[in-house]
C-alpha cells in the first residue's frame, strides 16, 4: 500500500514461539487458542495466503487487518479487507493497522505485523519533504533574495 509507513515485523518473535513448541516448552493448546471472534473475522474479512499453518500444516493461513485510531470512533478495532483499507488510507488522516495470521483448522493465531495508514503519509514528496515545508522553503528563499537586493542598493 502506497502510504504505508512505520511497519514493525513480529516474525521473529513468531519463529522464537514457534522453536518453544518444537523443544517442548509450550503446547499447542497454549498458541492454538484463536477466539470465536478471530475466526470468525478470518472468515468474513480475511485475506486468504498462500502459507501453510506451522502447527497443523494442513490449511492455508488467513490474514485478519483490524484497524485502530482517534478518527475512526466507533469503528475502531474492527477486522476490514485490504480494499477497504485502501479507501480509508485515502480519507481518514492516519491510523494503526495490526495484521494477525489465523489457522481456521487448529486455530493458531499470531501478530504478524503493524503499520500506520492515512492521507498524513501522502504529504511527503519524492525528496522527503511535506507541502507545508516546501512553502516555507520558497518563502525564506524569497526573503533571502529581497534582503540581498536591499543590501546591493546601499
Not at 513448541?21 to 485475506?47: I, M, Q, W
Not at 490449511?59 to 479507501?87: C, F, M, P
Not at 507541502?131 to 543590501?151: D, F, K, L, P, T
Request: aromatic share 6%; proline share 2%; with cysteine.
Amino acid at each position: 500500500m502506497r502510504t504505508q509507513r512505520q511497519v514493525v515485523d513480529y516474525s521473529l518473535r513468531k519463529r522464537v514461539v514457534l522453536r518453544e513448541l518444537l523443544a517442548g516448552r509450550v503446547g499447542t493448546y497454549d498458541l492454538c487458542d484463536a477466539s470465536p471472534y478471530l475466526k470468525n473475522a478470518a472468515r468474513f474479512h480475511g485475506e486468504p495466503t498462500d502459507q501453510r499453518c506451522p502447527i497443523c500444516r494442513s490449511e492455508n493461513l488467513t490474514h485478519v487487518h483490524y484497524i485502530y485510531g482517534d478518527e475512526l470512533k466507533q469503528s475502531a478495532g474492527q477486522a476490514r479487507t485490504v480494499a477497504e483499507l485502501s479507501v480509508l488510507a485515502m480519507t481518514l488522516r492516519e491510523f494503526q493497522v495490526f495484521v494477525v495470521e489465523v489457522c481456521l483448522g487448529c486455530d493458531w493465531n499470531h501478530l504478524v505485523e503493524q503499520y500506520l495508514l492515512g492521507r498524513d503519509g501522502l504529504t511527503g514528496g519524492v525528496d522527503g519533504g511535506s507541502e507545508q515545508e516546501a512553502a516555507s522553503g520558497v518563502a525564506a528563499a524569497a526573503g533571502a533574495g529581497a534582503r540581498r537586493r536591499r543590501e546591493a542598493q546601499r
